[in-house]
């Protein structure tokens, strides 16, 4: 449960090893989140971010956790809720994939938007019925500026965020009234491993700046965050811009 001062004690992150939910888990650790489960596909990265959340105090554990296995997230993730309530998930896993590929092998495309989207509903679904019979918990979900409004450059990627962005926000509608919130959090450019070696966009932020959103939101019961905030305005113009001219930016 939730704490007095309305922090959560346990997080359930999807997608273990993400830069943007581990500077998330660190800055809840520092508050009061004391149990940390780390869903993902094991490996040594998964491992070594238990332990460093461990060297802070956290009792955090690892557990399997595949985005493309959906068969398998009811009864993975209902072990972990069987454990003891979860406060928080943070739904966290995506990949970029690589767009000039997509459009040469369509199922590289399907791979992308399989794990983004459909990966996402699956996964999110089951949170949102254990959160439900809990009476309570939050579900923070990693969207994307880039679901906004899909680019010429990348609308692989981002027609799954604008899925998975649409899908949230009506999870969110639906859990209502339930004591469970839904918080869809849309970071523009973020210097992870998944944008290292790209040209950095305007407007970019590190992991701590998408993790203090976060934690802000939560705080506010916000339903959408941008990150950086300036980010709601610039997207509220873009989105306007008309087909023929958005086409030529170098967005
Ligand atoms: N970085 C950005 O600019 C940016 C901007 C907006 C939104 N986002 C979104 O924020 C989220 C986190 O991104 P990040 O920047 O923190 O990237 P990251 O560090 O590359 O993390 C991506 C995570 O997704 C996991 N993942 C990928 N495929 C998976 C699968 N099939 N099953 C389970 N886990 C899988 C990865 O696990 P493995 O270790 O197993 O690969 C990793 O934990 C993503 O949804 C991303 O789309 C990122």
């Known amino acids: 449960m939730k704490d007095a001062f309305g922090s959560p004690q346990s ?47 956290a009792d955090a554990r690892t557990v399997s956790f595949d985005a493309l ?17 979860i406060d928080l998930v943070l739904l966290a896993f995506g990949v970029l994939g690589d767009q000039a590929r997509a459009e040469e092998e369509p199922l590289a495309a ?7 989207y459909t990966g ?13 019979a809990q009476g309570h918990g939050s579900l923070v979900v990693l969207s994307s500026v880039a679901g906004e ?15 998975l ?7 969110g509608d639906a859990l209502h ?20 070696g790209l040209k950095e966009a305007p407007l970019a932020a590190d992991p701590e700046a998408v993790a203090e959103a976060v934690e802000t939101g939560l705080r506010q019961r916000a339903e959408i965050v941008w990150v950086p905030g ?11 811009v008309p087909r023929g001219v958005f086409r030529r930016l170098p967005v």
């Not at 409004?149 to 899925?163: D, P």
């Not at 300036?230 to 306007?240: E, N």
Request: aromatic share 4%.
């Open 11 to 57: 997080l359930l992150i999807l997608g273990g090893t993400s830069e943007i939910a581990l500077a998330t888990a660190r800055r809840l650790v520092a508050r009061r989140t004391r149990t940390v489960w780390l869903a993902g596909r094991p490996s040594p990265a998964l491992e070594a971010a238990a332990d460093h959340l461990r060297e802070l105090g």
């Open 69 to 85: 296995a959906p068969e398998r997230h009811e009864e993975v993730l209902g072990k972990v809720f069987a454990e003891g309530d």
């Open 110 to 116: 399907v791979r992308v938007a399989q794990t983004n």
């Open 120 to 132: 996402a509903v699956c996964a999110g679904l089951v949170c949102a019925k254990e959160l439900r």
């Open 149 to 163: 409004r899909a680019r010429r450059a990348n609308f692989v990627y981002g027609s799954s965020k604008a899925g």
């Open 165 to 171: 962005d649409a899908f949230a926000q009506g999870l």
């Open 177 to 196: 009234g339930t004591g469970v919130h839904v918080l869809v959090v849309r970071p523009g450019f973020v210097r992870t491993k998944m944008t290292s």
């Open 230 to 240: 300036a980010l709601r305005a610039v997207m509220a113009v873009l989105r306007h």
